[in-house]
């Protein structure tokens, strides 16, 4: 018998090429196949990739599809009932592949899937993270906010309990003085620095001569707390003045003002008029708290006196 032709073989595939269409249709998993393992594999990557990945698969898809119509059309113009064996097997190769391919396109589509869902996950829980943050923030700054009242609160028990019998009413002992703030009293209205003075001079005392760090720090700590339970403070006149003739700062006890780490920055301006000096609490600097402005500024002011023991 005469071995099948070629021409016999591509009829024999003809005949089964429209069953073979119909068949492609179908989805085939093969669980345990190498496909499945390189897509799990690319499951894993960027998004972006996966996508190329499906986009290839389904130009393959395509491709063994018109694959299979070439086939079925040449057989089909070649007839040969001797060729049906290979046709068979080479339908079954083809079925094959697109069982593995549509199981591949399964499991790629599986692994966009669950990284979408993980990556929406991770967003929400860097917005939680980003709360918690914020949340912590806040918490803090109250915190470091109530130990400073707490702080101040119990510095100033100290200085009333120390004052008792040392000080008159309404003034605070600190370091061998007694020191009058003039905003702690309601009523009392701004003035200039001269009548500031005359105000010291007639309650027996006279303006703040700031002489040593901790006088510095005590005042600084003083004015916050009253700051806090009253209102803004612009500035308060102290002891010091600009001596034009003499071309330096002079406290009121004829002391020369040797602390420049004490003036805020730019300070002290002498060259605008700015001849007499105050001073302010500061967040930020808490040393550099002071200044000069006209005489004519109307402030508060401190006056300081010895205790009566």
Sequence with gaps: MAAPTAMEHEAKASEDSVSYVQKSSRVLLHRGGPSRARCEMFGKGADGRNRVVILCLGLLDVVLLVAAVALGIAFTQRPDTKSQPAAAHLIAELDHLFGNHSDAMEAMQEAVNMLNRETRSHKKLKVKVKEQKSANDVYQR??????????????????????????????????????????SNSSASRKDWMDSRNDCINRGADLVVIDHQKEQSYISQIIESLRTYHFEVNGL?????????????????????????????????????????????SSTQPWETRFGDHCDSHFHWICEMLPKF
């Excluded at 309404?170 to 007694?178: T, V």
């Design 237 to 281: 006149w102290i002891g010091v003045t600009y001596k034009k003739t003499e071309g330096t700062w002079i406290w009121i006890n004829n002391v020369t003002e040797a602390e420049q780490r004490y003036w805020m920055p730019g300070e002290p301006n002498n060259s605008q008029g700015q001849h007499c000096g105050a001073t302010v609490y």
């Design 142 to 183: 109250q915190l470091e906010r109530f130990r400073r009242e707490r702080k101040i609160l119990q510095f100033n028990v100290s200085a009333l309990e120390g004052s008792c019998g040392k000080c008159n009413k309404g003034w605070i002992f600190f370091n061998s003085s007694c020191y009058y703030f003039s905003y």
